[in-house]
């Protein structure tokens, strides 16, 4: 198998498990291979690394109506790795976060071919990925864009004026706290995603545009640990010289709206597809877990800054910020009579000063 950054050749590994790297610049930040081996441990461990990422431009094992999209494409719910990647592989590793993808050796493919950006794709799986409803998929290549989206909600991408949005459901409630927490967050001037409200078949959902292009990828920070583990780097290090006041506004952004799902898998780098530099942290997103832990002041322990509690990586994010203050006004109507929502959120900004 040759694993491919659009046009280009990265990396080779045979069904053995040997191992070559074409380009290091260019390979998964979470992929490893140990290519000048001939050791059978070495061999075996690539592959896993190999099944592992493949597997991982899946679905989570948390997603709902798992079992519904993989009775749906005749793939095995034992949800190994090598299942998984077996699933992933059938359409090539296709993804709408990057440029990667993987074909045979001896496969005459290319990626202007068959990538996701320029090319039509059915919206015949955006039923079951929303609903959990069953049918048969014959054409692999149509699950790509919804399959690899990360995440416990039931969600999908559908392609509307020459550009693709991503439609989340969940519940109602979750619906209305990333629309609520993404209306606040708009108020901040710092890099975000934006959140609106859209209905599909008489369901409420959120909606938002994609932010990956054939220009820029994004890498999760899940990977970029993966990456600086590999590399005897510092990812905060990395982080804080790169993006020092992304990562800040992020930690003030998310304990104001009580943000507690800022998991390693949905914040990261934006990443140029020319070059391979880390430009900076991508555009804020997911909030339809906000206002948890929104009873107390201190709000949950932090996820992006090890050892804090929310408010006190928010008030150390204050004091390294030249400025945070909103840039537009925060209307008190827009939290309707969730009033102790309204309260607590004023407390959390009269704490930051």
Avoid at 102 to 114: G, N, Q, Y
Avoid at 122 to 142: C, P, Q, W
């Amino acid at each position: 198998m040759v694993i491919m950054h659009g046009e280009d050749k990265v990396a080779y590994i045979g069904k053995n498990g040997s191992a070559e790297v074409f380009d290091e610049l260019w390979m998964p930040y979470d992929l490893y291979f140990e290519a000048a081996s001939d050791d059978i441990d070495d061999f075996v461990q690539n592959l896993e690394n190999f099944y592992h990422w493949c597997a991982t431009r899946l679905i989570h094992i948390d997603r709902k109506y798992i079992k519904e999209i993989l009775n749906s494409i005749g793939a095995s719910q034992q949800m190994t790795d090598r299942d998984r990647a077996k699933v992933a592989l059938s359409y090539h590793a296709l993804s709408l976060i990057d440029l990667y993808w993987v074909r045979e050796d001896d496969e005459e493919i290319s990626f202007a071919e068959i990538n996701l950006y320029d090319h039509s794709l059915s919206n015949a799986f955006t039923d079951l990925s929303l609903r959990g409803k069953s049918m048969t998929v014959e054409n692999a290549h149509m699950i790509a864009d919804n399959l690899n989206t990360p995440g416990m909600f039931p969600k999908a991408w559908v392609r509307d004026g020459g550009t693709f949005f991503l439609l989340k459901d969940g519940d109602q409630d979750s619906v209305e706290k990333e629309l609520l927490a993404g209306c606040i967050a708009s108020c901040f001037d710092v890099p975000q995603v934006k959140y609106e409200r859209a209905e599909y078949e008489e369901m409420s959902v959120s909606r938002s545009q994609i932010i990956t292009s054939k220009k820029y990828s994004i890498v999760t920070m899940e990977a970029f640990q993966i990456y600086a583990l590999n590399h005897d780097m510092s990812w905060l290090d990395e982080v804080l010289t790169k993006d020092a006041e992304g990562y800040y506004m992020m930690n003030v952004i998310d304990y104001l709206v009580g943000n507690t799902d800022r998991h390693w898998g949905n914040w990261g780098w934006l990443v140029d597809n020319e070059t391979g530099e880390r430009v900076r942290l991508h555009d804020l997103m997911d909030f339809n877990q906000s206002f948890g832990a929104y009873d107390t002041i201190d709000g949950a322990q932090c996820q992006t800054a090890e050892g804090m509690t929310q408010r006190e990586a928010a008030k150390e994010a204050v004091k390294r910020l030249k400025g945070w203050q909103p840039v537009r006004d925060i209307d008190d109507a827009w939290f309707g009579d969730r009033d102790e929502w309204r309260e607590m959120f004023h407390k959390r900004f009269r704490e930051l000063g």
